[in-house]
Nanobody, 123 residues
């Protein structure tokens, strides 16, 4: 069974940076495209960013463009989300997700999810 474990969340001030990590185990990580999602209190979960298997393709939500960077390390079986210039509206639980794929492109479906890590940005 796939296991995804997020880390790196915390309480920061507006304008600060955070780097989230997601460690994957029990999977052939290089065969998975990966993504980050977030869910703020009282809101639906929303897409943040995604990366293909090889790391050469990335996709971002408009809210993340220019501030967040997704990356992966297929040796360490990990995916990262570097978040800069954080805003109070970035406050949410951030989830790592993935899906096995035979093609090296980002898909729009995910079937493996982590437990999430809390990010709180104070103004």
């Amino acid at each position: 069974q796939v296991q995804l474990v997020e880390s790196g969340g915390g309480l920061v001030q507006a304008g600060d940076s955070l780097r989230l990590s997601c460690a994957a185990s029990r999977i052939r990580f290089s065969m998975y495209y990966m993504g980050w999602f977030r869910q703020a209190p009282g809101k639906e979960r929303e897409f943040v960013a995604a990366i293909n298997r090889s790391g050469g393709q990335t996709v971002y939500a408009d809210s993340a463009k220019g501030r967040f960077t997704i990356s992966r390390d297929n040796v360490k079986n990990a995916v990262y989300l570097q978040m800069n210039s954080l805003k109070p509206e970035d406050t949410a639980v951030y989830y790592c997700a993935g899906r096995f794929s035979l093609s090296d492109t980002v898909g729009d479906r995910y079937d493996s999810w982590g437990q999430g890590t809390q990010v709180t940005v104070s103004s």
